[in-house]
């Protein structure tokens, strides 16, 4: 019989930072701030999730995600930071992660098995930049 997966426990940190959770879980929290743009988001999550990596190698994953500012048409934000969170996070973070929280979709637990593969860096390209 198959061992149900992992859910860790959602306790969100109360600062900035990378903490080892009561659940044996590392606990990542990263706010973007008003003034951040996409790619200075992307290196700043890319960044936690390398350190996490390094400091536990191979530790379940827990990200939560705050921004501040960026408020538009778009579900409440920015078109940058609705595609931020719903295109980029999905498809590039969130593989390294058991689960995440961010404001647009609230708590989630990765389906998939988190992979702990990160590569060396992350190479954002925005449309029109060469």
């Known amino acids: 019989m198959q061992e149900p997966p992992y859910i860790p426990a959602y306790r969100k940190p109360d600062a900035e930072g990378i903490w080892m959770q009561f659940d ?8 973007v701030r008003a003034e ?12 936690y999730l390398k350190k996490a ?12 995600l705050d921004i501040e500012g960026h408020s538009g048409e778009y579900a409440g934000f920015e078109e940058d930071f609705y595609e931020f969170q719903q295109e980029f996070f999905f498809s590039t973070m969130a593989p390294f992660l058991t689960g995440f929280d961010m404001p647009l979709t609230g708590p989630l637990v990765n389906p998939e098995t988190q992979r702990n593969d990160l590569p060396d860096e992350l190479v954002v390209r ?3 930049s060469s």
């Open 24 to 31: 044996n879980t590392v606990a990542i929290r990263h706010i």
């Open 36 to 47: 951040d743009t996409f790619e200075q988001a992307a290196a700043a999550i890319f960044n």
């Open 53 to 64: 990596q390094d400091d536990f190698p191979d530790w379940s994953r827990v990200f939560y």
């Open 126 to 128: 925005m449309p029109g």
